[in-house]
């Protein structure tokens, strides 16, 4: 059968089957039937494999998120979506640090990013449209979000090596016009102030081949972390009185309520010409500017009397984020083969301030002595990105099919950090030290440019073949090629004179940062499948595929031969070298440089459905060996973050998931999913020991058998609705859901040197009343008021005492507390 060009105007049954009810393999069923209770549901409609296909009918592991479903069930973002879709976890560290996606538990990274950098974890691409760009889009104006779970490097321009997420968004239609407003409020059990989401969304056809829809919404989260603990003066107030004295707490804090406050205007424009049936062009600027007040973060495990709910945080670690995309999609029929042209051109700037006593302290370079010590570092970031693909894809008659792409990535970055220790530096050039300390930088300490500019290249591309009516064979392969240039440098103001050093805009990094090749690569990967079609409702596939993710440079100055710890730098080291005065002190891993890593990974799934459409049932099992996985550590001299290449690790588990149409009102979905990933291999140095007082010098191994970090061993969910028809013609909704996730390691390294974060299981609760044209919801998420941590940093061993200082590393980051709202939709 020939393949429908995925632009044409044609009726969905056109792309239809017989099926009563379908899902999408390993998915969550949904509807794209504007009526919920419609018995007769649709299947859902998808691009993954770049033709327009049933999920049910496409051999991968694919998820496929409707439009309805999202509004159905309130998701705002990707945490709250991917909570109910096995085989992928979401590390949701609030809005201030993003979130870590893991798939199938290709993680190592600790489950935390307390520097800020929101990319989303690396080894899954996620999609807006054609374009490769990272970002948490707000969940407005979607038509699906697509999940495909194992590397993707044959399918799409961005090489992937766990998967890849697609936000496909509403195109411009040039039939009607529309518009449409929608409204949220909501309040927390532990904060005050209703927080509110509002936007509308607007069609307009200009003419038969030619329309514009936009859509804007404005998101105002009013928070529930409170911060008790932010002094009044840094340098001046002391940071570690005598807590359980209110007047003493009164003289040297400034509380803050409420401080992880985040404030979002996002929205789109989308420009669509159609001058034929053969031509398809959409223009669409995407933008997302984003206030955080402070994280999600609770010093609760912390040695300072902090609430479960309450920030241990001594300045305020407030964040900007600004991202912008532009996209142009331009989509040919040219008869034999669908010709699709993707361009984009993003960019995001990122600014905030973060609490940098605690490493200052255990450096014990002498922070510590300071009485009345804080100190804070000021970030700056900017990231633009060139991403240009083409991909031809077969839409001919005949058992063979085919798809070529070729891609294009440049990806540039440029960060300032900025590190102020108020009052130290009078401190420390009073009369009985006399350091003889610079004193005209106002407190900067700490400067360090960085750039980096990634070029990639990629060519890609997929061969099926139908050996019988019910048996095919695809074949893939990926040609990569990348290029990483870097450029830093690393000031410490107080030992500098102003003919050495002075400090300078983000603007200016280029005028002061030269570039320099650090690293170049190429490589193949391949795929294989094969799908069998056992009846008309039961098919089994196997698929063999190969994923990598490239490699970078670590931020920091080469360390001299014989470099003694204990002096104020920041270097790293090459394998080899020589660290301290022993002879024995040698460095066994890469500190400057690290990797690509690969996977290769086998999957075995089946697809069925039972009672005449109502029930499917879907699994797979799946076995990944990962090799040079990357994965953190941390720097000889001044502990600073670095990623380094461990030797090996695999992962293996199960995903199944199933919906059930059990009368013409009541539906029930579900998911369970299984995995256990480990190294298979020790790691030397992983990670760097933690020694009373301060931090030491040693190193700690991972071991063959350490379970890796920031994926559950087991997580289900459940979500069923119930429609009661009135009789006006209206209808009642109903929805309950329910998701849990087991226990989570907080780091790779330490027997008993890393965290548990406990099993945590979040219920939410809908009744909806709905007309033709308006929607009313009342809501309750965490309907049981379970406190979760998300993900952790340090570990109890942070918890210490410096020279009369606490040390409050060890934090979590907690998900919202039981939140009860309203949020209602109107169309015209």
Not at 385 to 401: I, W
Request: charged share 20%; with cysteine.
């Amino acid at each position: 059968m020939a393949k429908t060009p995925s632009f044409e105007r044609k009726p969905l049954s056109r792309f239809l089957s017989s099926h009563r009810l379908q899902a999408g393999l390993l998915a969550i069923p949904m509807s794209v039937v504007s009526t919920l209770s419609q018995a007769q549901l649709e299947e859902v409609v998808v691009t993954a494999t770049r033709r327009s296909e049933s999920v049910q009918d496409i051999p991968i592991n694919i998820a496929a998120i409707g439009g309805t479903q999202i509004a159905q069930q309130g998701f705002d973002d990707l945490s709250e979506l991917i909570a109910y879709v096995p085989g992928i976890n979401v590390i949701d560290q609030g809005g201030r640090d993003g979130n870590r996606i893991v798939a199938r538990g290709l993680n190592a990274e600790p489950v935390s990013n307390p520097f800020g950098q929101e990319n989303g974890g690396g080894t899954v691409a996620t999609y807006i449209g054609e374009v490769p760009f990272y970002v948490d889009l707000r969940l407005n104006d979607l038509e699906r979000v697509e999940i495909l779970l194992g590397p993707q490097g044959t399918l799409y321009g961005a090489g992937t090596m766990g998967g890849a997420i697609r936000y496909i968004p509403n195109k411009p239609d040039f039939e009607d016009t529309t518009i449409s407003f929608r409204a949220d409020g909501y309040s927390y059990s532990e904060g005050d102030g209703i927080s509110s989401d509002i936007g509308v969304t607007f069609n307009l056809p200009l003419s038969d081949t030619f329309a514009i829809r936009g859509s804007i919404d404005r998101f105002d989260d009013k928070g529930f972390i409170d911060a008790p603990f932010i002094v009044s003066e840094p340098g001046v107030s002391n940071p570690d009185p005598d807590f359980s004295d209110p007047a003493e707490r009164d003289a040297n804090f400034d509380p803050i309520d409420d401080v992880n406050t985040e404030e979002i205007l996002s929205g789109r424009v989308a420009l669509r010409w159609q001058p034929n049936d053969y031509l398809d062009s959409t223009l669409t600027y995407y933008f997302q500017k984003t206030e955080h007040g402070g994280r999600n973060s609770t010093g609760f495990l912390s040695p300072i009397p902090a609430g479960k709910y309450e920030s241990s945080t001594r300045v305020q670690e407030f964040n900007d984020r600004d991202s912008d995309l532009v996209a142009l999609e331009i989509i040919a029929d040219l008869g034999f083969a669908e010709l699709t042209s993707s361009t984009g051109l993003g960019s995001v700037e990122e600014a905030g301030q973060r609490d940098q006593t605690d490493l200052l302290i255990t450096l014990e370079y002498s922070y510590e002595n300071f009485p009345t010590f804080t100190g804070f570092t000021a970030e700056d970031e900017e990231t633009e990105t060139l991403t240009q693909e083409f991909r031809l894809v077969s839409t001919s008659e005949g058992p063979l099919s085919w798809i070529v792409g070729a891609f294009y990535n440049r990806n540039e970055y440029e960060a300032l950090s900025s590190e102020f220790t108020p009052g130290y530096g009078a401190f420390v050039n009073s009369p009985e030290l006399d350091f003889g300390y610079r004193d005209d930088l106002n407190d900067l300490e700490y400067f360090s440019a960085d750039r980096t500019r990634l070029e990639e290249m990629a060519f890609y591309g997929e061969v099926g073949y139908d050996i019988t009516e019910n048996w095919n064979v695809t074949i893939g392969a990926r040609y990569y090629d990348y290029e990483f240039e870097t450029g830093s440098s690393t000031d410490f103001p107080y030992f500098t004179t102003p003919e050495t050093f002075q400090p300078y805009p983000l603007s200016e990094i280029g005028q002061n940062i030269d570039l320099e090749p650090n690293q170049e690569f190429d490589g193949d990967l391949f795929k294989v499948n094969t799908s069998y079609q056992l009846t008309d409702d039961a098919n089994i596939y196997f698929t063999f595929s190969q994923g990598y993710r490239v490699g970078a440079s670590n931020q920091g100055q080469p360390c001299d031969d014989v470099f003694v710890p204990g002096n104020q730098s920041l270097c790293l080291y090459a394998p080899g070298q020589q660290f301290g005065p022993n002879p024995g002190d040698i460095v066994e891993i890469n500190e400057r440089d690290y990797f690509p890593d690969t996977v290769d990974s086998f999957e075995l799934g089946a697809k069925t459905v039972w009672l005449d459409g109502k029930l499917t049932l879907n699994g797979s099992i799946y076995f990944i060996d990962w090799q040079d996985p990357q994965v953190s550590s941390a720097s000889i001299n001044a502990n600073t973050p670095i990623t380094v290449n461990a030797g090996a690790a695999e992962s293996k588990g199960l995903d199944v998931a199933g919906s059930w149409q059990v009368t013409d009102a009541l539906s029930v979905r579900g998911s369970y999913s299984y995995n256990n990933a480990e190294l298979t291999e020790d790691v030397a140095s992983l990670v760097r020991s933690i020694q009373p007082p301060g931090f030491g010098t040693g190193f700690e191994d991972g071991q063959s058998g350490d379970r890796l970090p920031g994926t559950p061993e087991n997580q289900f969910s459940v979500f069923a609705s119930y429609v009661m028809m009135l009789g006006d013609g209206n209808e009642l909704i109903f929805d309950a859901g329910y998701s849990w996730q087991d226990e989570v390691l907080s780091r790779t390294a330490g027997r008993g040197n890393s965290y548990t974060l406990d099993a945590f299981g979040r219920a939410m609760f809908n009744a909806t009343y709905q007309t033709e044209t308006w929607r009313l919801t009342a809501y309750v998420n965490n309907a049981f008021d379970d406190y979760s941590e998300a993900s952790v940093v340090g570990t109890p061993d942070f918890n210490q005492t410096v020279a009369g200082a606490n040390v409050r590393t060890f934090n979590a980051n907690v998900l919202p507390p039981r939140t009860l709202g309203v949020r209602a939709t109107i169309d015209f």
